[in-house]
């Protein structure tokens, strides 16, 4: 169950991230001011750990995905679907244990001055 609702969850935050970014990328052709402010108010720490937020849901969604596509595709698969789930989490902890340090890092780096 919980596989299935961090999917749904996920695939929501993905489509509004997008149609977010749409929007504020369109801006360049109404006015690229406004758009330059929009870019502007991204670069504090909040946004920087919503982009570690955002990449943890897109990894799991992805891996997720794959997990789904073979529980559909080969019988295998629906007898080992608690296994694969468990391999999903390890796949997204590995993921985000190579992203968010470095990230976060760079992220709040800019804040003190360097980079």
Do not use: C
């Amino acid at each position: 169950m919980w596989s299935w609702v961090l999917h749904r969850i996920t695939g929501i935050a993905i489509f509004f991230f997008l149609l977010v970014h749409v929007l504020d990328t369109a801006l360049i052709r109404v006015s690229p001011e406004a758009y330059d402010a929009v870019i502007g108010t991204y670069k504090n720490p909040v946004m920087g750990i919503g982009e570690v937020a955002l990449v943890g849901a897109v990894a799991y969604h992805a891996y997720n995905g794959l997990r789904i596509i073979l529980v559909d595709m080969w019988s295998w698969a629906t007898r080992h679907q608690r296994q694969l789930w468990w391999g999903v989490l390890g796949l997204w902890a590995v993921t985000m244990l190579g992203f968010a340090p470095r990230h976060l890092m760079n992220v709040f780096a800019e804040i003190g001055g360097g980079h």
